[in-house]
Structures are given as structure tokens and as C-alpha cells.
């Protein structure tokens, strides 16, 4: 069964820095896009940053120039670097995989249970 794991939240000031990692464990046969999301009290869950299988990153537009999405894929894992936080990046951080277990014919979407960050200003 595959899982995945987000460590690295926590509280930070305004202006500093958070590294969020990933790591999917389980029967895994490929993997395709990785990707970051957050989910802010009150608001929906928004794409904050995803890599393609070719290795390029897209980014949300408030978090471009301060965050930084990387991956390993022979970990299974993905990184978020994330510098200059701000108040408005407070959420619960999930990460995404999409990804071929090797008991499914197809890609799917797997997600971690989050981790809180909270940036106080």
C-alpha cells in the first residue's frame, strides 16, 4: 500500500525559512508529477508548486521567487524550500504524488496528511 509522509512544518517568523520534504513508500512502479498544496483556515485547498515527470516546475504566482520545489525520484520524495514566509503563507501543507503502483495499470493520485505551517507575523 502506498504511503506518503510530509515532515518539516512548524512556526516560523515572518521573513524566515521552512523546508517541507515528501518521501511515498510501497510497491511503487513510476512516478509522474509531484506537487505541494496548501490549505489556508477558511479557504480552499491551492496548488502551490508541482513538478512535471520532465523535471519542470511551475509555481503559484505569490509564492514565485520564494519557493523552491525539487525531487529525488529514486527516494520517492519531494522537497519544498520555502524563504521570505510570510503571514499569508500560513496553511496546512499537503504533498501529491501522482504515481503507478505496480498492483495498478494507471497513474493515480496519492497525498500525505499534511503538516502544518504557521508563520506568525
Known amino acids: 500500500q502506498v504511503q506518503l509522509v510530509e515532515s518539516g512544518g512548524g512556526l516560523v517568523q515572518a521573513g524566515g525559512s521552512l523546508s517541507l520534504s515528501c518521501t511515498a513508500s510501497?510497491?511503487?512502479?513510476?512516478?509522474?508529477?509531484m506537487g505541494w498544496y496548501r490549505q489556508a483556515p477558511g479557504k480552499q485547498r491551492e496548488l502551490v508548486a508541482r513538478?512535471?515527470?520532465?523535471?519542470?516546475?511551475n509555481y503559484e504566482d505569490s509564492v514565485k521567487g520564494r519557493f523552491t520545489i525539487s525531487r529525488d525520484i529514486a527516494k520517492k520524495a519531494v522537497y519544498l524550500q520555502m524563504n521570505s514566509l510570510e503571514s499569508e503563507d500560513t496553511g496546512v501543507y499537503y504533498c501529491?504524488?501522482?504515481?503507478?503502483?505496480?498492483?495498478?495499470?494507471?497513474?493515480?493520485?496519492?497525498w500525505g496528511k499534511g503538516t502544518l505551517v504557521t508563520v506568525s507575523s
Open positions: 501529491q504524488i501522482n504515481l503507478r503502483p505496480w498492483s495498478q495499470y494507471n497513474f493515480m493520485d496519492y
Open positions: 510501497g510497491s511503487i512502479r513510476s512516478i509522474s508529477t
Open positions: 513538478i512535471t515527470g520532465d523535471g519542470i516546475a
